[in-house]
Each structure stands twice: as structure tokens, then as C-alpha cells.
């Protein structure tokens, strides 16, 4: 495993985790309703190399975990297409309205049971093609009284057998475990790796697109530095898929 993993890392993240067509993601850029302040943050999120590494497709259904202020669930649903749906856990109602996605779906907040609530929007198991967590798994983990193996199980539920799982996240440093959560918002990538590798998930890439060498791993992403902006820290990219 660990070779393999190796050579995969070298590989540009292109063909990391499946690929979508460059043209459908630029013209998920360019969509003449994507909203200004998204544009602002293309600079340091890299929609182009990050949605390519998440390999999303026109006709995926696709479970966004921690959707937020809704800035990834805009491009996924404009790359599926109307024979695509978004499900967004925890999206932002500003987002969504009017209608102006009409293929996302949102689910609900209770009951706490993550799997009732993916049941409430309609989804089956086994019927989702990929799961983006961006930036949301460190909330989890911090909190306790999220059990966060049997959200991993239930994840792994609903994915097809070929489903993937993409994650993104905030970098702390290495062996620090959970330790920089409640104060950094970050956490350590080895840790939650192998959280979602107990889950039953195998590691199949890596995408070093939103790498910072230059952060100092010590201060709140949202923070200015010494050495680097607001918003560019260094972050990792890791995709899954169900281990056999």
C-alpha cells in the first residue's frame, strides 16, 4: 500500500481521484451567476485543480458534509448538470435562495442521526458517487459529542462500491493529534488520515494544489503572518474509497 501511495503522490492531481472535463469546471468558474465574493477566493482555492481532484461529473450525486457558505456546493452543482443532484448538509439558506440551484438539496438538522437525515432527503445507500468534505472534519472530530466512526460508517453506506471520498482540511502540526482544533482550526493530517482508514476507507491520492511550505503551522488559518496571507495556509487533499 504504501508504494503505491507513493508513486500516486507524484502524480499530478489530475488523475488522482478520476478526472472531469477541465471545460465543465471553468464553465462552473465562469457561470455568469456565480456570485463576486466566490470569485474573490478562486485565488486561494484553487477550484480548478481541487474540483479535478475530486473528479466530480455531469450526472453524480454527490454529498457534501459541512457544505457552509455553499462556495463548493456552487460548482458541484453547476459540474453535475440537472441530471446531477448536490445533497449539503449544514449549507447557508443565503445560498440557496430563490431556487437558484435547483438541484441541491439540503438536509436537515434533526434528527441528530446523520443516516435518518440523509434517509429524510431521499438518498439511498449505495447511491452516491462522492462525498466532499471540505474543511468541516476537524469541527468534528473537536466536538465530543460527535461519534465520529460511525459518521465514517455512515458515509461509507451510502457511497456506491466506486464512490469516493475527498477531504480537505487545515494543517497542524504533525503529531499534534487533535490538540490545535479548538483554538487553530486545524488538525493533524497523519491523525485524521487514519481515523478514516479505521473506517474502512483505503487512501487512493493526494492532491498538493493548496500546499503552503511557508506557514508556520501555528497560527489560526484566518490570520495573517509573517509569512503568509489569510487563507493560505497550508491545507491537504486526500481522497478514499471504500476498502474492499
Same mark, same amino acid.
Given at each position: 500500500?504504501?508504494?503505491?501511495?507513493?508513486?500516486?503522490?507524484?502524480?499530478?492531481a489530475l488523475f488522482?481521484?478520476?478526472?472531469?472535463?477541465?471545460?465543465?469546471?471553468?464553465?462552473?468558474?465562469?457561470?455568469?451567476?456565480?456570485?463576486?465574493?466566490?470569485?474573490? /477566493? &478562486?485565488?486561494?482555492?484553487?477550484?480548478?485543480?481541487?474540483?479535478? #481532484?475530486?473528479?466530480?461529473?455531469?450526472?453524480? !450525486? $454527490? %454529498?457534501?458534509?459541512?457544505?457552509?457558505?455553499?462556495?463548493?456546493?456552487?460548482?458541484?452543482?453547476r459540474m453535475v448538470?440537472?441530471?446531477?443532484?448536490?445533497?449539503?448538509?449544514?449549507?447557508?439558506?443565503?445560498?440557496?435562495?430563490?431556487?437558484?440551484?435547483?438541484?441541491?438539496?439540503?438536509?436537515?438538522?434533526?434528527?441528530?442521526?446523520?443516516?435518518?437525515?440523509?434517509?429524510?432527503?431521499?438518498?439511498?445507500?449505495?447511491?452516491?458517487?462522492?462525498?466532499?468534505?471540505?474543511?468541516?472534519?476537524?469541527?468534528?472530530?473537536?466536538?465530543?459529542? /460527535? &461519534?465520529?466512526?460511525?459518521?465514517?460508517?455512515?458515509?461509507?453506506? #451510502?457511497?456506491?462500491?466506486?464512490?469516493?471520498? !475527498? $477531504? %480537505?482540511?487545515?494543517?497542524?502540526?504533525?503529531?499534534?493529534?487533535?490538540?490545535?482544533?479548538?483554538?487553530?482550526?486545524?488538525?493533524?493530517?497523519?491523525?485524521?488520515?487514519?481515523?478514516?482508514?479505521?473506517?474502512?476507507?483505503?487512501?487512493?491520492?493526494?492532491?498538493?494544489?493548496?500546499?503552503?511550505?511557508?506557514?508556520?503551522?501555528?497560527?489560526?488559518?484566518?490570520?495573517?503572518?509573517?509569512?503568509?496571507?489569510?487563507?493560505?495556509?497550508?491545507?491537504?487533499?486526500?481522497?478514499?474509497?471504500?476498502?474492499?
Amino acid at each position: 500500500m504504501t508504494t503505491t501511495i507513493s508513486r500516486l503522490a507524484l502524480l499530478p492531481a489530475l488523475f488522482l481521484a478520476g478526472t472531469a472535463g477541465a471545460g465543465t469546471i471553468q464553465e462552473a468558474i465562469d457561470h455568469p451567476g456565480r456570485p463576486n465574493s466566490d470569485r474573490e /477566493d &478562486d485565488d486561494r482555492r484553487h477550484p480548478v485543480e481541487i474540483m479535478t #481532484f475530486a473528479g466530480v461529473a455531469t450526472g453524480d !450525486v $454527490v %454529498l457534501e458534509i459541512g457544505a457552509g457558505r455553499g462556495y463548493t456546493t456552487e460548482l458541484t452543482s453547476r459540474m453535475v448538470g440537472e441530471s446531477g443532484k448536490v445533497i449539503a448538509e449544514r449549507i447557508s439558506p443565503d445560498r440557496l435562495i430563490g431556487n437558484r440551484l435547483p438541484n441541491v438539496v439540503t438536509v436537515p438538522d434533526e434528527p441528530e442521526d446523520l443516516s435518518d437525515r440523509l434517509t429524510a432527503t431521499g438518498l439511498e445507500p449505495g447511491s452516491v458517487d462522492r462525498v466532499l468534505a471540505f474543511f468541516s472534519l476537524h469541527d468534528g472530530h473537536g466536538d465530543p459529542d /460527535d &461519534d465520529m466512526q460511525a459518521i465514517y460508517g455512515t458515509l461509507r453506506k #451510502f457511497l456506491t462500491p466506486n464512490g469516493v471520498f !475527498v $477531504v %480537505l482540511d487545515n494543517t497542524a502540526t504533525p503529531g499534534s493529534g487533535l490538540a490545535s482544533v479548538p483554538t487553530l482550526h486545524r488538525i493533524d493530517e497523519e491523525y485524521l488520515k487514519n481515523e478514516i482508514l479505521k473506517a474502512g476507507f483505503e487512501l487512493i491520492g493526494e492532491s498538493h494544489a493548496l500546499r503552503n511550505p511557508e506557514d508556520d503551522l501555528e497560527s489560526s488559518w484566518f490570520e495573517d503572518t509573517d509569512t503568509r496571507k489569510a487563507g493560505y495556509q497550508d491545507r491537504f487533499a486526500l481522497s478514499f474509497r471504500k476498502s474492499k
